[in-house]
């Protein structure tokens, strides 16, 4: 079996290479200040490569402005073109960056004109040195593979593997592949069917791990862990982006932990463990309460999720921010064990929240709209709830949710019902009312 080793600008990614830390920016592309002071702090946090939206032709010109801007002030970090949609965009941005990030399935509704313009882009990749990422999401898969497989793993998985087959008759293997959902465990299995399946055909390229629209907070953190980590604890994955609804700069911290936690370079602040039948008890003494939730997700995030677990109690204390150590209380302990258990899907003690990280593409307070969500929906059981930074890719991306909340900018906000636009072009100032009157209603 062969595994393979892909390259963006100096960065090599995959076959034992230590894996790759990475964040996108969710300001505007057009406006180059903004993005390039976000690739400063990017930089300086530890970011290895930078993902930056490219929305249409106009901002071709924008990446490349930023590009040199980055480079003439000596930062050589490899930048991510992100493309949804448009492969002429994807083609004439593919010069510009290290790497491009595409939905192949999403080029063109008709197959056959995808598959035409895909060659094309490829083309323009290999003459140019430009890596790609085939990345697949759950809930954007294209139609020719939910027609086939539907909205499951298994499309996830044979959707990618179309696309890798494609990159192979045509000589080009500068690929990294990534299939994500918010859902942990349709990440999980998505992620080890395609890994089974390129391992079959004895080519094995690079894995970009993430799940995608994870959330924020303690939650965005401990689904992030639980999905990744269970990935790269069975040795696959080669570079891991951690998606939060925050300042993407926050994302790398957890990520670094990741990469540097299966690296094998750092040990878990677990220190003893029981197992009363399928229950753990864990003693934890951590150097930081982040540190203490990382550890915890990675620890046990597998096991519930392959149910080896099925419930945990988490004791023991960590460094308070001050340094000062702080036993873990009961409640503390039973909010840690629910928050691990909801993202592992095995109990849900709150509504499940997906929301996207936002991009150049997010035309409103995105963070203050999620935050404000979950706190007028906090009460509610057995609902997942997405909201979104955009209108044009978010009600596509919902994948599984029940509701959607999605942005439109302008102080505008459509309201859906699984797929299904419900209310559209609210004002922002009643969009919550109404989505909490519309949950109420259903229950
Ligand atoms: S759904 Fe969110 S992350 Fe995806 S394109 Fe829209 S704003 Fe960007």
């Excluded at 790759?20 to 969710?26: G, L, S």
């Excluded at 492969?87 to 595409?102: D, L």
């Excluded at 550890?295 to 000062?324: A, N």
């Amino acid at each position: 079996m062969k595994t393979l080793v892909a390259k963006a600008g100096n960065v090599l990614i995959g076959s034992g290479h230590p894996i790759v830390v990475q964040t996108m920016c969710n300001t505007h592309t057009s406006d180059i200040e903004a993005t390039v002071e976000q690739c400063r702090r990017m930089k300086e946090a530890g970011a290895e490569m930078i993902r930056i939206t490219v929305p249409g032709l106009q901002d071709v010109s924008h990446i490349k402005e930023i590009k040199q801007r980055l480079r003439s002030e000596g930062i050589d970090t490899p930048i991510v073109a992100d493309i949804h949609f448009s492969s002429a965009t994807a083609i004439a941005v593919a010069s510009v960056v290290e790497k491009v990030r595409i939905n192949p399935g999403n080029f063109h509704k008709d197959h056959e004109k995808a598959k035409e313009q895909f060659a094309r882009f490829i083309e323009v990749c290999k003459e140019n040195g430009t890596a790609v990422r085939v990345g697949i999401n759950h809930g954007s898969l294209g139609e020719y593979i939910t027609n086939l497989y539907g909205n499951t793993p298994v499309g996830m998985a044979k959707a990618a593997m179309e696309w890798l087959d494609m990159c192979v008759e045509n000589d080009f293997y500068n690929v990294v592949v990534s299939l994500k959902a918010s859902n942990t465990l349709v990440m999980v299995e998505a992620y080890r069917l395609l890994y089974k399946m390129m391992q079959e055909k004895g080519l094995v390229f690079p894995l970009h791990v993430g799940v995608t629209e994870a959330g924020n907070g303690d939650s965005g953190r401990i689904k992030s862990c639980v999905g990744i980590s269970t990935i790269l604890s069975e040795g696959i994955g080669d570079t891991v982006r951690v998606s939060l609804t925050e300042d993407p700069v926050d994302e790398i911290p957890v990520a670094r932990y990741l990469a540097d936690r299966y690296d094998h370079k750092l040990n878990s602040s677990l220190t003893s463990i029981a197992i009363e039948g399928k229950k753990a008890v864990a003693t934890y003494h951590s150097p930081s309460r982040e540190r203490l939730i990382e550890d915890l997700s990675c620890d046990f995030g597998k096991r519930l999720l392959d149910r080896e677990l099925d419930d945990i109690k988490v004791k023991g204390s960590y460094l308070s921010d001050e340094g000062v150590e702080t036993e873990i209380s009961e409640e503390f302990g039973e909010y840690l064990a629910d928050e691990l258990l909801q993202a592992c899907r095995r109990r849900f003690y709150r509504p499940e929240y997906v929301a996207c990280p936002g991009c150049g593409r997010t035309m409103y307070d995105l963070q203050g709209a999620f935050e404000a969500v979950k706190a007028r929906t906090s009460h509610l059981k057995d609902v997942v709830i997405a909201v979104m930074g955009c209108i044009v890719n978010g009600p596509g991306e919902m994948a599984d949710a029940d509701w959607g909340y999605v942005g439109e900018g302008d102080h505008k906000v459509s309201i859906y019902k699984g797929k299904t636009p419900v209310l559209r072009h609210i004002p922002d100032t009643e969009a919550i009312d109404r989505l909490v009157e519309l949950i109420e209603k259903e229950d």
